[in-house]
């Protein structure tokens, strides 16, 4: 059973940084895209950005292209999200996820795994 664990999350100014770190366990990994998804109260859960499995491409949504930057160390099986310059209406429980064999992104439905959630809280 393949389990996600992020960390990171927090509350911070307009302005800020954050830096989400998801740990995978479970099996070996091989061919796994890893990516991160966002929902904010009321909304639908949103992709903001992925990563193949060997770092070779990353996709980022366009509302925070140029802010957020996605990584992966695979002799740690960890993801990682730095976000700069954070805004109110990035406020969201973000979500770690894998998709086997998958590309940079994907739709929330096909994902494979999921982690638990981390609270990111962007006051004005």
């Known amino acids: 059973q393949v389990q996600l664990v992020e960390s990171g999350g927090g509350l911070v100014q307009a302005g800020g940084s954050l830096r989400l770190s998801c740990a995978a366990s479970g099996r070996t990994f091989g061919r796994d895209a890893m990516g991160w998804f966002r929902q904010a109260p009321g909304k639908e859960r949103e992709f903001v950005s992925g990563i193949t499995w060997n770092s070779a491409r990353t996709y980022y949504i366009d509302s925070v292209k140029g802010r957020f930057t996605i990584s992966r160390d695979n002799s740690k099986n960890t993801v990682y999200l730095e976000m700069n310059s954070l805004k109110p209406e990035d406020t969201a429980v973000y979500y770690c996820?894998?998709?086997?064999?998958?590309?940079?992104?994907?739709?929330?439905?096909?994902?494979?795994?999921w982690g638990q959630g981390t609270q990111v809280t962007v006051s004005s």
């Open positions: 996820a894998l998709k086997n064999f998958g590309l940079a992104y994907w739709n929330p439905g096909n994902t494979d795994y």
